[in-house]
């Protein structure tokens, strides 16, 4: 498929790339058609990506479609038609071919579709997007306009991940003593809670192996990327599904894990999670959760947690900063210097590599006995309130660019 089909999908607004990408999507769609006809072509790595290409220039083409963010209005039509008929033919393909575990021929193609479906649903939880409207609904409505309203796939099992990597019991890092796991059974957590726990902790301790020495390890580029996008994913419907039944601490515990894990593999999509700001409040009200917190001992990892997360949000950071520096206040023994801090939090899951400038900020903050002047390094992150909106693979948060422009290349690495 010719990429300036994918390309001129991006910038509808301009009539050139508007003409090409009808012309593009026609000769395509034409393709697909004819490969459909013939057993041999039906089903191959290839017409499976010509319709996933087709869907995702259609999401593209959709989402530039609303007042917001197409300045094309004269050109362009809201219409999801396209859309769901090439998710239902990539569902139906797919399901013929025997899932996305059948793309195994494709690896490129299999990770782009792994992503695609994960992405939204870590998105949902972090941004508060709302659930999709089933298809039966009337589409009428002005809810029915934002492009996230899009209904979501149906095409990756929820046991890929056990299924095909047998993580986490393939990792090296599974039968070794976590102390994150350690801390969270001290105060009941359930056992469904620490095995998210003690997966989350095999992920960071393998992604560090990886970014280390990437030749000696298991996975490649390809496998690392696949396990974040399902952990991301099925850590994000996990809480979605089961928030209301767990307790404050272990909301908070798992919210702090969807944090790092973020962090982590995409560098620095922590910061401004309103989603995950709005959840942390309601669950900080709850009583006794102070108290659980530091009876496990995990108190100042999740301070820094949600300060970190709580950057550039004004109304959060404040109601946070006086929490948590409340908890580090308290804290025997005391933490009293950055080395401390650094030794407190690495006993935990947590990312250094990326996580770790913005922690200092922090401590520098605490620390420091003149509010304004400990301020001014946050205030060289702040950063608007929305994400850049663009395809869910394509989501790439504004505070990547300022945190990597304030520190350097070499600080996020």
Not at 400 to 413: R, T, Y
């Amino acid at each position: 498929m010719n990429f300036s089909f994918i390309l001129s999908a991006e910038r509808p607004h301009e009539p050139r790339h508007f003409r090409s990408f009808l012309e593009h999507r026609i000769l395509a769609i034409a393709a697909v058609q004819q490969n459909l006809a013939s057993e041999q072509l039906a089903l191959t790595d290839e017409n499976i990506a010509a319709v996933f290409s087709l869907l995702c220039a259609e999401e593209n083409f959709y989402i530039h479609a609303t007042e917001i963010y197409s300045k094309a209005g004269r050109y362009l039509q809201q219409d999801d038609t396209q859309r769901a008929t090439h998710l239902a033919g990539l569902q139906r393909m797919l399901s013929i071919r025997g899932g996305t575990d059948s793309l195994e021929s494709s690896r490129m193609l299999q990770a782009f579709i792994i992503r695609w479906i994960c992405t939204p649903r870590g998105c949902r939880l972090a941004y508060v997007i709302p659930q999709a409207i089933p298809a039966d609904k009337d589409n009428s409505t002005d809810q029915q306009r934002d492009p996230l309203f899009l209904t979501e796939p149906d095409i990756l099992a929820d046991d890929f991940l056990q299924r095909v990597y047998n993580y986490p019991s393939a990792s090296a890092f599974a039968r070794q003593h976590s102390t994150m796991t350690a801390a969270c059974k001290k105060i009941g957590m359930s056992e469904a809670v620490i095995s998210i726990i003690s997966t989350g902790d095999c992920l960071r301790k393998d992604a560090l192996a990886w970014l280390r020495d990437p030749d000696s390890h298991p996975w490649d580029a390809l496998d690392i990327q696949n396990v974040f996008s399902m952990t991301i994913g099925n850590l994000s419907s996990w809480i979605l599904e089961n928030e209301s039944t767990m307790s404050a601490a272990e909301n908070i515990t798992l919210l702090c894990i969807f944090v790092v894990v973020s962090w982590t593999w995409i560098g620095s999509t922590g910061c401004g999670l309103h989603g995950i700001l709005s959840r942390m409040r309601r669950y900080f009200d709850s009583d006794h959760v102070m108290l659980d917190l530091k009876m496990a001992g995990i108190e100042v990892w999740v301070s820094v947690i949600l300060l970190i997360t709580s950057m550039g949000v004004p109304n959060h950071w404040d109601y946070f900063f006086s929490r948590c520096t409340a908890m580090l206040a308290d804290r025997i023994p005391r933490i009293e210097t950055y080395d401390d801090l650094q030794a407190d939090l690495s006993q935990y899951l947590w990312c250094p590599h990326s996580m770790g400038h913005c922690a200092r900020i922090i401590w520098e903050t605490i620390s420091n006995t003149s509010w304004d002047n400990a301020t001014q390094g946050l205030q060289s992150i702040m950063f608007e309130d929305d994400p850049v909106l663009l395809h869910p693979a394509l989501i790439i948060p504004k505070p990547f660019f300022q945190i990597k422009a304030l520190v350097g290349k070499e600080a996020l690495e």
